[in-house]
């Protein structure tokens, strides 16, 4: 990944996309993002106990739409995440939504 790659990601700021704290461009990159207490939306979808509610569902469906609608409609350049699934989709300690892993994602002009 480029350097301005990570400027960019950095520089994204919505309450739905996951916030990019710092990062190191040596030999190997390495990212260093925010912590989310409750982990990947796969984790919780797929526990044998883990039985989310409908108004639960429906408020992260609706976060993350409006983390890639922010993406897509509202970065300077427009972002293409690439990779939306729910291992990318983090929780908060209220189960509010960020998307993650920008890894595949591209710019559209």
């Not at 509202?74 to 983090?90: A, F, R, S, T, Y």
Request: charge should be negative.
């Amino acid at each position: 990944m480029e350097l301005s790659r990570f400027h960019q990601i950095g520089n994204i700021n919505h309450r739905n996309l996951v916030k990019l704290w710092g990062f190191c461009a040596d030999n190997e990159h390495k990212l260093v993002y925010e912590y989310l207490e409750n982990g990947s939306l796969d984790r919780i979808l797929f526990a044998s106990d883990g039985e989310l509610g409908l108004e639960q569902r429906y408020n992260i469906a609706l976060g993350t739409a409006k983390g890639l609608s922010y993406l897509h409609e509202e970065c300077l350049e427009w972002v293409l995440h690439c990779d939306v699934k729910p291992q990318n989709i983090l929780l908060d300690d209220h189960l509010e939504p960020e998307v993650a892993d920008f890894g595949m994602s591209m710019t559209a002009a």
